[in-house]
C-alpha cells in the first residue's frame, strides 16, 4: 500500500523560506512523477509543481514560479518543495501526490495522479 508523508510545514514571516519533504513507500518511487498541491479553506485544491521521475522536468504554476523549487532523491524515496520568499497568499494546506506513470498526464498535472498525502499546513504571516 502506497503512503506519502508531508512533514516540514509550519508557521513563517512573510519573506521566509520553508522546506517541505514527502516520504513515499509501497511501490518503486523511481518509476512515477511526483507533485505537490495546495488548498486553502473554501477553494478547490491547486496544482503548485511536478517533477519527472528522474527529476529532468518540472512544471509549476505561475505565481510560484522564481519563488518555490521541487526536487527529488529517488535513493531516498523522498521529493521536496524548497519555498523562498514566501507570501501570506501561499498559506495553505500542502499535499504531496504520485503519479501513476512517470511524469503525469501530458493534458494537464490535475489529471493522472494516483495518490494523495494528508497533507501539512503552511501558514504565512504578513
Known amino acids: 500500500q502506497v503512503q506519502l508523508i508531508e512533514s516540514g510545514g509550519g508557521l513563517v514571516q512573510a519573506g521566509g523560506s520553508l522546506r517541505l519533504s514527502c516520504a513515499a513507500s509501497g511501490r518503486t518511487f523511481s518509476s512515477y512523477g511526483m507533485g505537490w498541491f495546495r488548498q486553502t479553506p473554501g477553494k478547490e485544491r491547486e496544482f503548485v509543481a511536478r517533477i519527472s521521475r528522474s527529476g529532468s522536468s518540472t512544471m509549476y504554476v505561475e505565481s510560484v514560479k522564481g519563488r518555490f523549487t521541487i526536487s527529488r532523491d529517488n535513493a531516498e524515496n523522498t521529493v521536496y518543495l524548497q519555498m523562498n520568499n514566501l507570501k501570506p497568499e501561499d498559506t495553505a494546506v500542502y499535499y504531496c501526490?504520485?503519479?501513476?506513470?512517470?511524469?503525469?498526464?501530458?493534458?494537464?498535472?490535475?489529471?493522472?495522479?494516483?495518490?494523495w498525502g494528508k497533507g501539512t499546513l503552511v501558514t504565512v504571516s504578513s
Open positions: 501526490v504520485q503519479y501513476g506513470s512517470p511524469y503525469g498526464s501530458s493534458r494537464s498535472p490535475n489529471y493522472g495522479i494516483d495518490y
